[in-house]
């Protein structure tokens, strides 16, 4: 997955789907606060200060199978 590290893509994934970020400046450097791009943020979404409603925002590129 795109980190934002190895190529200029920064891409994430939520519940199964993929995200690409890359444009978003919450995400500079493939960084979002403790968060690093390029893995799936399911499991540490519970630690996030906000809901499920930010990944409405974002179009799911693909699927995380």
């Known amino acids: 997955m795109r980190n934002g590290q190895d190529m200029d893509e920064i891409w994430i994934s939520y519940n199964g789907k993929i995200y ?4 978003s400046r919450l995400w500079k450097n ?3 606060y403790a968060h ?3 893995q799936d943020l399911s ?3 519970k630690d996030a200060p906000h809901q499920e409603w ?3 925002k974002l179009t799911p590129i693909g699927l995380l199978i």
């Open 20 to 23: 690409d970020v890359t444009h």
């Open 36 to 38: 690093w791009a390029g």
């Open 43 to 45: 499991d540490e979404f």
């Open 54 to 56: 930010v990944f409405e």
């Open 30 to 32: 493939g960084k979002h």
